[in-house]
């Protein structure tokens, strides 16, 4: 058989051993390349710069991590957290006069904000608990801050319901805003188990109970109005009562919790 005719025959074959050959010679030239004896550090000097270089970049990697995840914290904190205004922080001194004078308004503001909206309210569907000790008062206040808020949206979404449609029934009626005790609301915290985080040491909450009538598109306006960034909501009940009769408000009893973040020691201290 002639070398043209075996070629012919075999001409897949050869094309793979050619290819194969090909492969094989630049595999080794990487690989003697990296690992050629020659190259590798011997002395302490070598190995010394290797450590050292090696040191510098798992500290920049770990900085680079510390700094994604520090993002990522700030955004989650962001999207949960309700951020109290400086309003509704303890001051240094005559704590109970204070709480006393900002709730007082907090109440007179709201009653002023319905009746000019011609939306029902009694002064004492707003309640809060008489607070006692230091503890107490501050969480108060975050609960004034939160009924603040609440007030805030329910108003905003009778005013774009209204806004889009003046024949709107909008918000009618404000049958309770009331902060649920930190006495209830400890005695439904459970103490963590051995291993796992304690939540109190991170964080602080409160409740606040409430229930309106409106019609449907405000109170799904209200809704959408609860997440906030850094003054979110978190809408733990909804529940909708329809109307009895076609052209009624229906009844919306709800309860939302609002998370505030305490800073961790390091940020307390400034560094």
């Excluded at 205004?85 to 904000?113: C, H, M």
């Excluded at 964080?203 to 609860?226: I, K, N, S, Y």
Aim: proline share 4%; with cysteine.
């Amino acid at each position: 058989m002639d070398a043209g005719a075996f070629v012919q025959e075999n001409r897949r074959w050869l094309l793979g051993a050619a290819f194969g050959g090909l492969a094989w010679l630049i595999a080794s030239t990487v690989i003697d390349s990296i690992y050629d004896p020659s190259r590798v550090a011997t002395s302490p000097r070598q190995l010394g710069a290797l450590a050292n270089a090696y040191d510098q970049n798992a500290l920049q990697q770990a900085r680079e991590d510390q700094q994604a995840l520090a993002a990522q914290r700030a955004q989650l904190e962001g999207e949960l957290a309700f951020v109290v205004d400086d309003r509704f922080r303890v001051p240094r001194s005559d704590v109970d006069q204070y709480v006393f004078q900002v709730g007082g308004e907090l109440k007179q503001a709201i009653l002023a904000e319905a009746n000019r909206r011609n939306v029902q309210v009694e002064a004492n569907a707003i309640q809060w608990a008489a607070p006692n000790g230091l503890e107490e008062f501050r969480a108060t206040l975050f609960g004034l801050d939160m009924l603040q808020a609440v007030q805030e949206r329910l108003f905003a979404a009778h005013d774009a319901s209204v806004g889009a449609d003046p024949d709107a029934l909008g918000l009618s009626a404000i049958q309770q805003l009331r902060i649920e005790e930190q006495r209830r609301q400890r005695s439904m915290r459970s103490a963590p188990k051995a291993g796992e985080v304690d939540l109190r040491e991170l964080l602080d909450q409160q409740r606040v109970q409430l229930q309106f009538q409106a019609d449907a598109v405000t109170a799904t306006r209200f809704l959408e109005a609860c997440r906030r960034t850094n003054r979110t909501l978190v809408v733990d009940s909804w529940q909708v009562v329809a109307p009895v009769r076609p052209g009624e408000p229906c009844t919306v009893k709800a309860s939302v919790t609002a998370i505030a973040f305490r800073p961790q020691q390091n940020e307390e201290r400034g560094e």
